[in-house]
């Protein structure tokens, strides 16, 4: 091999070298590129979802059972609670929280940012609705109230026991169903009644609880005046100790209806001689069950009456009534509401 040939072989063996040196330094620069691109695709992310938000005023939303995060994410975009689905379901999946989102009936703020959004959903936020019992419902009228209720699931066919139903206003979530409201409502009765059991008074003339319930149905449809409960059990209070008959109208009409519908007229004077396990014009001492589902306070005023000598009362005409201790007094009391009643004819 000559002198000549020499240098030019060298040059051949350097251009491997040559050649590894310029792939390698075009990857680092594709390495270095995607990095930066990554960087800024990933901090768009971020800003997208922690600080961007569409909606302007507050708005509900219901999540159907069963729904994935695809579908969730394209029903916020098209009800315009967030801005870009496709970037609400890549930033879910990185952080594992797309089976974490929850069902239901959602009140989203104005202004809610994706990820207040996220944080609602995991944590099941739904709007709460209200049903409000009134005192004095027979527990057929409570029932159809309830089948009456919006956003629940389930009619109730079975009619609960009077009186096992506390009045009260009740928070529930859309597509609970009827069944475990009136569960709860059940619950609260029970749970109020031995409560206020074991703070009684001593010497009332019952014997249970289930006696202070009947009782306390009587003075609750007796009475629509908070002040006169108390003295209105006390007058029933004081004609039991007394074995005199209770003589109170709304024992009459339950014992007619039994709770199914309203009397829809006055009653006569038939209607009081008429015996009914009810009547307690014709039956000594308490009904045999309540004859509505009375509230707190009344079950109250029942356990701890207060103290008063009359044994009769009578409506006065300005919607409480008037007590009497003497039957004197009582006649007087009921001949002036008599007057009041022919007046309004």
């Known amino acids: 091999m000559s002198d000549a040939e ?15 040196k310029k792939v390698s330094a075009f990857l680092v620069g594709l ?3 995607v990095v930066f691109a990554g960087s800024g695709f990933s901090y768009w992310l971020a800003k997208n979802f922690t600080r961007s938000w569409v909606l302007t005023q507050e708005k509900v939303v219901i999540i159907p059972q069963g729904s994935g995060v695809a579908s969730i994410a394209q029903l916020l975009e098209k009800e315009g ?12 999946r990185f952080n594992q929280l797309d089976k974490q989102l929850k069902a239901g009936e959602y009140l989203f703020p104005a202004r809610v940012t994706p990820k207040q959004v996220t944080r609602i959903l995991e944590e099941g936020k739904t709007v709460l609705h209200r049903l409000t019992v009134a005192e004095g419902l027979t527990s057929v009228e409570v029932v159809a109230q309830l089948n009456a209720q919006d956003g629940l699931n389930g009619q109730v066919s079975d009619i609960p026991a009077e009186g096992s139903l506390l009045p009260e206003t009740y928070s529930y979530h859309r597509g609970m169903a009827r069944a475990a409201v009136l569960s709860h409502m059940q619950e609260a009765m029970t749970e109020t009644l031995n409560e206020l059991w074991e703070n009684r008074q001593d010497g009332l003339p019952f014997k249970s609880k289930e006696e202070a ?8 449809k007796e009475t629509g005046v908070r002040a006169e409960r108390g003295l209105v059990a006390g007058v029933f209070i004081n004609r039991l100790k007394k074995r005199m008959r209770l003589q109170t109208d709304p024992t009459v009409v339950y014992g007619i ?5 309203p009397l829809g007229r006055p009653l006569s004077r038939k209607d009081l001689k008429t015996p009914t396990p009810y009547n307690t014009y014709t039956h000594y001492g308490l009904p045999p069950g309540p004859i509505c589902n009375p509230g707190r306070a009344s079950i109250e005023a029942v356990l701890n009456p207060r103290t008063t000598d009359a044994l009769y009362f009578v409506a006065d005409g300005t919607g409480g009534h008037a007590f009497a201790k003497t039957l ?3 006649n007087r009391n009921v001949a002036h509401w008599r007057k009041i009643e022919r007046s309004r004819d």
């Open 328 to 330: 004197v007094e009582h």
């Open 81 to 92: 609670v967030i801005n870009n689905a496709l970037v609400f379901r890549i930033v879910l």
């Open 213 to 220: 319930l009947i009782l306390a149905s009587i003075v609750e």
């Open 257 to 261: 209806t039994m709770g199914q519908e």
């Open 6 to 20: 020499k240098p030019q072989s060298k040059s051949k063996k350097n251009e491997p070298k040559s050649s590894f």
């Open 31 to 33: 390495i270095v590129v």
